[in-house]
């Protein structure tokens, strides 16, 4: 078991390509040798963005502090405090800050997305 | 893509053996056709726990509000709003509310939890 607060997890630069005013904290991974899938914290600062791209695997999202929107392709969702954004493997999506505070959100990924192996059993929907 | 609040999802109570004033929210996991893991948010009430249990999979934990305690087997680390907990396959555990108001988490398991048996350890419900 592994217990600690999210804030004393190292966070680092998102240096992608299109990613605005971006930070991320690993708080389960590889370093916990987590057999399925990724915890991270994002932080988008004030008038930031993520990129807006897509991939093959899923994001399970939930807003911690600030407000912002995700684009849905072209479409926006505003996001506050406490709200869940489940993005489909293969949607467009992109994360703003449109507040006046840093927007800190979850973002879970499977280890597919991190070129690590699943152990989903085939029965389960994987 | 979807986007809603974790408080306008269904809470329903939790009938595990073991479980004392636990409820769940499912924020996304069959319904939405996650191909992986699942995202829950639990609510424990003041003076309630979870279940004293193992099984072979992990749980992604990360505490919303409340104070409480979770337990790795016998040794209990202290809990508050912030704080992640990775519990590994196997490692009997249990979430317990310790202070005066209710107790919110995140609690997120990979698919093969779903269908899968849960081993609940004599010690469940001590």
Redesign the interface.
């Known amino acids: 078991?592994?217990?600690?607060?999210?804030?004393a997890?190292e966070q680092v630069s998102v240096d992608m390509e299109g990613a605005v005013g971006c930070s991320v904290r690993w708080?389960?991974g590889e370093q916990?040798d987590?057999?399925?899938?990724a915890?991270r914290q994002f932080e988008v600062a004030v008038g930031g963005n993520t990129p807006k791209h897509t991939h093959p695997?899923?994001h399970?999202v939930?807003v911690l502090e600030g407000e912002g929107v995700?684009l849905?392709g072209n479409i926006e969702?505003p996001?506050?405090r406490?709200?869940?954004?489940?993005?489909?493997?293969d949607?467009i999506?992109q994360f703003r800050n449109t507040g006046g505070t840093p927007l800190k959100f979850?973002c879970?990924v499977?280890n597919?997305a991190l070129g690590g192996n699943?152990?989903?059993?085939p029965?389960?929907?994987?």
């Open positions: 078991m592994k217990v600690n607060h999210f804030e997890v708080l389960v916990e987590a057999p399925n899938f915890m695997y899923e399970e939930f995700v849905e969702h996001l506050k406490g709200d869940v954004v489940y993005v489909r493997p949607e999506h979850l879970l499977p597919s699943v152990t989903v059993t029965e389960c929907g994987n």
